[in-house]
């Protein structure tokens, strides 16, 4: 009998119906047992994996750092709160044990990963201190702004009453004149009426001179009586007239020096302002406006 080179389990293989058999039963096993799990509630299951981890108390330190990260992964899924569970985790203190399961032994240190939201919000403080002294520039440079508008201002209002006042004072002035214009012609027609009356008047003294003269010569001699001259008469008549007339000149003449007078004085009060008082301005002083 002979011997074959093979173990005796290889000698007696299965035929390939068998294993295929065998490998479908297997496959719908696992089906059935996911399907089974998954009509199942989430809390049975949790409550089994309990029971289970309860009764294997001889778990490697690798299955359980995998258990822990998958716990831990449960445990943010099914958390309601999980930002305020991350902060009270930053601040609970770390125990060896927890140390131990996180980071197997003889694995070199793993760094801790940072946290996006910490980032995000050291990042966005980082902003808001930056608009902050931003904002904070800008206040104190609108404050000097409107410190310059205010002086500005000031200075613009006080600058228009000056020009104001000035303006009413040329107004009066230039009323004054025309009040002057218009006495200096009443005054020039009043003694043109005067020197037209006087020659008027000295037309007709001619005139009654030159009849006189007439009548004299056709008159008689035989007729002549001894009367008063009428030449005579005539020529003390001129003389009175025209120191009469010369007497008036005179007082035309001294009323329009003495208004000319008046006039003067008012517009020489008038110009004698103070300097500071119409003397321009700059509505800002040198300097005071920041580069």
């Known amino acids: 009998m002979e011997h074959s080179p093979y173990p005796p389990q290889l000698d007696q293989l299965s035929p390939p119906e068998s294993i295929a058999s065998q490998t479908c039963d297997v ?65 609970r203190p770390s125990s060896p044990q927890s140390d131990a399961t996180k980071q197997p032994p003889g694995s070199p240190p793993e760094t801790p990963a940072t946290d996006p939201v910490r980032s995000a919000n050291e990042l966005s403080q980082a902003q808001l201190s930056a608009v902050l002294s931003e904002v904070t520039a800008l206040g104190a440079e609108f404050c000097q702004r409107r410190s310059e508008s205010s002086h500005i201002y000031d200075q613009f209002t006080s600058e ?35 020197v037209r009356g006087f020659e008027s008047w000295i037309d007709g003294w001619q005139r009654q001179h030159d009849q006189a003269a007439v009548k004299r010569s056709s008159q008689r001699r035989w007729m002549k ?26 007082d035309a003449q001294e009323g329009i020096r003495n208004r000319e007078r008046e006039r003067r004085l008012r517009r020489e009060e008038r110009r004698n302002i103070p300097p500071e008082a119409d003397k321009g301005k700059s509505p800002v002083p040198p300097g005071h406006l920041s580069k």
Do not use: F, Y
């Open 225 to 250: 009586r001894k009367t008063d001259d009428p030449i005579e008469s005539n020529t003390e008549t001129l003389l009175e007239g025209i120191t009469a007339w010369m007497r008036g000149w005179e």
């Open 27 to 91: 496959d719908t096993s696992a089906h059935v047992a996911d399907l089974r799990n998954d009509a199942l509630p989430l809390s049975e299951r949790i409550a089994g994996l309990a029971h289970l981890v309860s009764q294997n108390t001889q778990i490697s330190s690798d299955d359980s750092t995998t258990l822990h990260q998958h716990l831990d992964s449960i445990e943010s899924l099914l958390d309601p709160r999980p930002r305020l569970t991350q902060e009270v985790a930053k601040c």
């Open 160 to 194: 228009c009453k000056r020009l104001a006042r000035r303006i009413s004072d040329l107004e009066e002035e230039i009323d004054e004149l025309n009040a002057d214009i218009r006495e200096g012609s009443a005054e020039r027609e009043a003694l043109d009426g005067t």
